[in-house]
Every structure is written in structure tokens, then in C-alpha cells.
């Protein structure tokens, strides 16, 4: 469905990065997102505690990333996994209809990142920043001992990103700790986007 609609809305994009697009739009990220904005976790029967604090943890995250956090907050997965499955559902009472069943959810999916405000995932983007600016950049892995990531550019630490949950979200908060410290810091304001 996603994919369809960003092949007509955007019929001058590439292959790549109409991917790119549909990936960031039905990711687990994004999927818990409806989930959240629908309270369709209160309709779970769920007796563990530590879930409804991820919830919540999700939850006020959400706030500091309103569209996407490009993997710097790690969802609760069954959140995702309600919204497919409801998606599911109508999909199978719209007979089998791709078009029937997009006219029913493609609101409930709504903010849909668009081309205009798809962003680069935050360790592509330090890599391209650096490289750009000829800044050499080591992403250092101290997961298994302090649960953390630390960014080191032209030898000097400028960030750190932590998560208790999964490396891939301390190192992409890290990365994007160091991309905001980089930019901070270099003499003229150049970001990945500038040609």
C-alpha cells in the first residue's frame, strides 16, 4: 500500500529512494507510533508491569523526535505488531482490496514522512559530515562494558550515546550527538545536505 501511493505521489524519485521512503514509513518505529497515538496498547491484556513503563518510556521519547527518531529510541515491538495486525484485519474484511484498504488506514497512519522531511540515519549522516569537512571519524563500541557508544572526531571525544536495550540505538544516539556537536563547532555551518 505504502509503497504504491509513494510510486504515484512521487513519480520522480529513484528506486532507492522510494525504498528508502516506504522503509521509514512501515518501520517498527514508525508503526508503534500509531500505536501510541491510538492508545491501542489499553486493549491488551498484558500483565507485565515493565511493559506499560516502555510504553511510557516510548511514549514521552516521542516528544523529542516528533516525526522519527532514525533508530535513537527503540519501540516496544508489540505496539508495531497490534497496528499490523489491525491493518490486516481490515485488509481481509475489504475482500483482499489494496485500494479499499489504504482509504480506510491512510489516515490513521498520518504524519507519512515524506521526501521533504526523510532524513539520513544519524551514523550515514556524521560519516558524510566528516568526510565532507575531511574530519577523520572512529565510532567507538563500548556497548558490552558501559552500554554506550563514543564518537571520536580528528581524535578528540565529542559524543556518547547510551541505551541499555540494543547497540544499534546507542550507537545511532551517539552518532547523532556527535553530527549536532560537529555542526556546533565547525566554521562554517555545513551540513550533509549542502552541495
Known amino acids: 500500500m505504502i509503497a504504491k501511493e509513494h510510486y504515484f505521489a ?12 516506504r522503509s521509514v514509513n512501515v518501520d517498527t518505529e514508525k508503526l508503534a507510533r500509531v500505536g501510541i497515538k491510538y492508545n491501542l496498547h489499553n486493549h491488551l491484556r ?19 523526535y516528533p516525526l522519527h527518531s532514525l533508530g535513537c529510541i527503540n519501540p ?12 490486516a484485519a481490515i485488509y481481509i474484511d475489504c475482500n483482499f482490496s489494496i485500494d479499499i484498504t489504504w482509504q480506510a488506514v491512510k489516515d490513521m497512519l498520518q504524519p507519512l514522512i515524506t521526501p521533504e522531511t526523510l532524513e539520513i540515519q544519524p551514523v550515514t549522516k556524521i560519516m558524510q559530515l566528516c568526510q565532507k569537512n575531511k574530519l577523520e571519524i572512529n565510532i567507538v563500541d ?14 578528540k571525544s ?3 550515546g547510551k541505551s541499555s536495550q540494543t547497540k544499534d540505538t546507542a550507537r545511532n544516539r551517539a552518532a547523532y550527538n556527535a553530527y549536532e556537536q560537529v555542526i556546533e563547532n565547525l566554521p562554517m555551518k555545513t551540513t550533509v545536505k549542502d552541495h
Open 46 to 64: 498484558c500483565q507485565i508491569q515493565s511493559f506499560n513503563e516502555q510504553v511510557e518510556e516510548f511514549r514521552s521519547a516521542t516528544l523529542e
Open 142 to 155: 563500548n556497548w558490552d562494558k558501559t552500554r554506550e557508544f563514543e564518537c571520536f572526531v580528528d581524535g
Open 10 to 21: 512521487y513519480p520522480d524519485l529513484s528506486s532507492k529512494d522510494l525504498t528508502d521512503l
Open 76 to 87: 516496544p515491538k508489540v505496539l508495531a505488531d497490534i497496528v499490523e495486525a489491525l491493518i
Open 158 to 160: 565529542v559524543a556518547k
